[in-house]
């Protein structure tokens, strides 16, 4: 074990080392892939592609994080908890397919766009199903809690609203990024079904305003696409999606996939719902790489993040962030897990929140103290309470709020109710038809195909 060898060019867990004893080099590896991150890119055929992913977790000491970055991951994730525990007390009876199990999706997320505007993006296009999506609007895109709070009012719209239940609704907002100090477009696609018939949709939205910004690279505008795990390979619809990711006429240059990966979908094990071992095998046909990583460890979660970013923002191409966690409630808030799952929620019963650990963790290194880990909770549910009021002395829900493309300018000048006439004269389509069918002036030189004469 002590023996020293020389490494090869394909791994940099030596750092500026060129050999290392057996040892050393078990531990180092042991570090970079048996811990709290699993990286699939193996079956990438590039070399440079897959060279780069190894530099980004096998350079010793790239997962260490500084105590700043460590008090923003606490305080993201408390107001993720804060927020789902505020919904879970003020309407208890109502479903809102709560992120109870994987509040750190919101930091995760936060993360991706922090980096990526780092990395020049100004606008990013998000899809989503149900599951915390009423915590995306608020956290991540910063939606007034007070029109959140409104829809679980049954209020009548104010405006020609859709009416459609709040975990389908999207948004648009444009807002300050405190932490690269750029402003950030970030719209969140409504989803009428309820898995990921918004796929494709948030695709050709990205598309057309890459088209219209002139952003043939797509280095501006960026689309984020959430799954759940058995959808993931269970709809044909994401598949289908994957592999328009690198045509020419439909690329968007690159989507980060984020998997809220809970194990059980709706009730099926795993074994039962799927043929392959991971949900995210689907990603393997375009060669997007894959990042598993376990929620109850937020600085991996962010690690992974960021590789993801970097990854988009250098080769343009999807990447997978697959978070592992589970669902503490049942598909809903109102459904009764145990019934389809004893075994596995009487382990989630006994398993601490996410918070809970990771504010312990921070305790005992001292980056925090307990004072401080109350404060931040505090203050976000103060917040909580002064919107909740704000938003009983609503009558009506305002539609307009919640669009997810708001373009003023669309009927301009126009009567929305008028149609034009769509016709075309009859000489100009016989004029048409005449030059369709009619072989070019240098007929000599050109033969027609026998099927078409």
Same mark, same amino acid.
């Given at each position: ?29 042991e ?47 408390t ?9 879970a ?89 405190? #932490? ?10 409504? @989803?009428?079904?309820?898995? /990921? +018939? =918004?796929?494709? *949709? ?18 501006k ?60 095998? #689907? ?9 598993h990583? @376990?929620?109850?460890?937020? /600085? +991996? =979660?962010?690690? *992974? ?49 996410g918070?809970d ?15 401080e ?5 505090d ?15 609503e ?18 000048g ?36 026998r099927?078409?004469?």
């Amino acid at each position: 074990m002590d023996r020293v060898f020389k490494l090869p060019s394909t791994t940099f867990i030596g750092g500026k080392e060129k050999a290392l004893p057996l040892r050393e080099i078990l531990n180092r590896l042991e570090k970079a892939y048996c811990r709290h991150i699993g990286v699939e890119f193996m079956f990438i055929n590039s070399l440079e592609q897959c060279n780069w992913i190894r530099q980004k977790f096998e350079t010793p000491g790239i997962m260490e994080v500084d105590n700043e970055q460590k008090r923003l991951n606490l305080a993201r994730l408390t107001r993720a908890t804060g927020f789902e525990a505020f919904l879970a007390r003020k309407w208890s009876s109502e479903k809102r397919f709560g992120l109870e199990g994987c509040e750190i999706l919101i930091p995760a997320m936060k993360q991706i766009i922090d980096k990526s505007t780092e990395l020049g993006v100004e606008s990013i296009v998000m899809g989503m199903p149900h599951r915390g999506r009423l915590n995306v609007l608020a956290n991540v895109c910063r939606k007034p809690l007070e029109q959140i709070f409104t829809q679980f009012a049954a209020l009548e719209a104010a405006d020609d609203g859709s009416g459609d239940v709040k975990y389908h609704l999207g948004t648009y907002i444009e807002r300050l990024n405190r #932490v690269t100090n750029k402003n950030i477009r970030l719209a969140v696609v409504a @989803n009428p079904s309820h898995l /990921e +018939a =918004v796929d494709p *949709v948030v695709q050709g939205k990205t598309r057309a305003e890459q088209f219209y910004r002139g952003d043939g690279e797509g280095k501006k505008v960026m689309s984020v696409l959430l799954h759940g795990d058995a959808a993931f390979c269970g709809q044909g619809i994401v598949y289908e999606t994957f592999h328009l990711s690198d045509l020419p006429d439909y690329t968007t240059h690159g989507t980060i996939h984020i998997v809220v990966n809970n194990q059980i979908g709706f009730t099926t094990d795993p074994r039962h719902s799927r043929s392959s071992p991971y949900c995210t095998d #689907v990603a393997r046909v375009v060669n997007a790489p894959i990042f598993h990583v @376990n929620s109850d460890d937020p /600085e +991996a =979660v962010m690690h *992974v993040c960021n590789v993801a970013a970097e990854w988009r923002a250098t080769f343009h191409k999807d990447v997978v962030v697959d978070i592992v966690c589970y669902r503490r409630n049942g598909h809903n808030e109102i459904d009764e897990p145990m019934f389809t799952q004893p075994l596995m929620y009487r382990k989630i019963r006994n398993t601490k929140p996410g918070l809970d650990r990771y504010a312990d963790k921070l305790i005992s290194e001292g980056v925090v103290t307990p004072d401080e880990v109350k404060d931040v909770r505090d203050k976000y549910d103060k917040i909580c309470e002064e919107a909740y009021s704000n938003a009983r002395k609503e009558t009506h829900i305002k539609y307009k709020d919640w669009l997810d493309s708001p373009w003023s300018g669309f009927f301009e000048g126009k009567d929305p109710l008028k149609v034009s006439p769509t016709g075309v004269k009859e000489d100009t389509l016989i004029h048409i038809g005449k030059r369709f069918s009619s072989p070019p002036p240098n007929a000599a030189e050109f033969v027609i195909h026998r099927g078409q004469e």
